[in-house]
């Protein structure tokens, strides 16, 4: 998902949603947000999953 559409979605400004990208990219030690999504992506996955 764009930057754009995240903000049109939360309401915010897309800048706003590219500062707090960079500030976690940053946290996590990730170079491109395309990785970003990914360990998102992942993270979502793993956290929704059913506990056995």
Known sequence: MKASAISEAL???TKTVERHQAGIKQKLGVAHTSELRRI???WLS???A???
Do not use: N
């Open 40 to 42: 998102a992506a992942i």
């Open 11 to 13: 309401c915010i400004s």
């Open 46 to 48: 793993e956290s929704s």
């Open 50 to 52: 059913p506990t056995p």
